[in-house]
């Protein structure tokens, strides 16, 4: 019997690529069952960390000034009346029965990191595989056919973590490949997707299910210890979970939904302490630095170098399309910022209205957020019958600053 000529080594890695872009196969979200409105808000939460009392940090309802860049407790009310003109209701994990059982959560001073991740341990992966699962169903094929796991979460820090439990929970082969981002902030969801793009695109045939998911109970606190960046994290920050499949080469029976054509990530110069996120011994604590200013600004800035740079390495050029010929997948950290690239953009309200419809009904969710408005933004696309073009941009901003972007092509089928 002859024996089988051995393809040339520079001959492997080639046959083993993927022949197309990354491509985004099925999209879903999940959020916890409680459900706050924001104007409700203020009372639910002094209530709920038995601060009523205070009531000169509730005052000056009327106002509407950004102010959050000022560090006077006093200003929290102003700070909620600012993001509710943005957002209308939030989703949490954590409810009264929990707050009761564990007071310590309300006070910074008190050692609470063990009862906290004690509880995100079970919480993030149950609600992580209640998107996974959706995002699997609309895929439409078995869950064993899903040969590669990205997981992102800032809530937690186990191991074996978030990536492991899902194996069980989906019914995942335990030879898939996984891949674990912890506390990666606000711009980690985005960075999954990266990450699925270079797995999809160096493995012929592979399916990788991007799940992010986020349970605020790590970084809740009281407004007791006077900090008012932890009434910032209070009023912006909700629960959620995402979940994407990402496969390049679709085959019959697959929907493809965007190509994920391009990826890149920059920091900020300058920029090593405007956002900061640490495990204390009293939780999560996420917080900014003044001394960089008007952080919309800053980002804002980053925005237009970032896309530019990205539509030129693809050799676009001066044929690059112009801002209000993209579709727009923000992940909408706060009001103002998205403000601020509308003013310097000159967008129509169209392009960001996806990213304002998550802002609004769900709130910033961290990691989960830009795969929301992913999934809001196919929807939109689905509903609407004027032209809104092929290529977008994806973009998520978090600690650094750091700067997320993905150069976006619809594909021809977004059926939802």
Not at 93 to 98: F, L, V
Not at 171 to 196: D, P, Q
Not at 263 to 268: E, K, L, T
Not at 378 to 391: F, H, I, V
């Amino acid at each position: 019997m002859g024996s089988a000529t051995a393809p040339a080594a520079e001959e492997i890695p080639r046959a083993m690529r993927a022949d197309g872009p990354a491509t985004v196969l099925a999209i879903a979200t999940a959020n916890p069952t409680c459900c706050i409105s924001q104007d409700a808000f203020p009372d639910y939460y002094f209530g709920i960390t038995k601060c009523d009392h205070h009531t000169e940090l509730k005052a000056n309802r009327s106002s509407s000034s950004w102010l959050y860049i000022f560090p006077s407790i006093s200003k929290f009310s102003i700070l909620l009346i600012y993001i509710k003109s943005g957002t209308k209701q939030r989703y949490f994990y954590h409810d009264e029965a929990m707050l009761e059982a564990h007071p310590e959560f309300l006070d910074r001073a008190t050692p609470s990191l063990d009862a906290r991740l004690d509880i995100v341990d079970t919480a993030v992966p149950e609600l992580a595989a209640t998107a996974a699962r959706k995002a699997i169903d609309e895929w439409g094929r078995p869950a064993t056919d899903i040969t590669h796991l990205v997981v992102a979460t800032n809530s937690g820090a186990h191991v074996p973590g978030v990536d492991f439990r899902l194996v069980s929970l989906l019914g995942l082969r335990t030879t898939v490949r996984r891949t674990m981002l912890y506390l990666g902030g606000c711009s980690s969801g985005a960075a999954a997707l990266r990450l699925s793009k270079d797995l999809a695109e160096s493995n012929r045939g592979a399916r990788v299910l991007v799940v992010c998911a986020d349970v605020g109970i790590l970084y809740f606190a009281g407004p007791q210890d006077g900090y008012f960046q932890t009434l910032f994290t209070q009023a912006c920050f909700a629960d959620g979970a995402a979940a994407a499949v990402v496969g390049a080469d679709p085959v019959t029976g697959e929907r493809p939904l965007f190509e994920l054509v391009s990826a890149a990530q920059d920091i900020v110069p300058g920029t090593e302490d405007a956002i900061l996120m640490q495990l204390q011994e009293s939780g999560l604590r996420v917080r900014s630095s003044n001394a960089h200013g008007d952080l919309p600004v800053i980002i804002g800035e980053s925005v237009e170098r970032c896309v530019s740079d990205a539509f030129k390495a693809l050799g676009m050029g001066s044929r690059s399309p112009r801002w209000n010929e993209l579709f727009w997948v923000l992940h909408p950290g706060m009001a103002a910022l998205l403000d601020r690239i509308d003013e310097q953009f000159q967008l129509k309200p169209e392009k960001l209205a996806a990213t304002r419809r998550v802002l609004s009904d769900y709130g910033n969710m961290l990691a989960a957020t830009v795969l929301f408005v992913l999934d809001e933004t196919r929807k939109q696309r689905n509903r609407s019958t004027s032209t809104q073009g092929d290529w977008g941009v994806l973009m998520s901003f978090g600690p650094g600053v750091t700067v997320e972007t993905m150069v976006l092509r619809a594909a021809s089928d977004t059926t939802s």
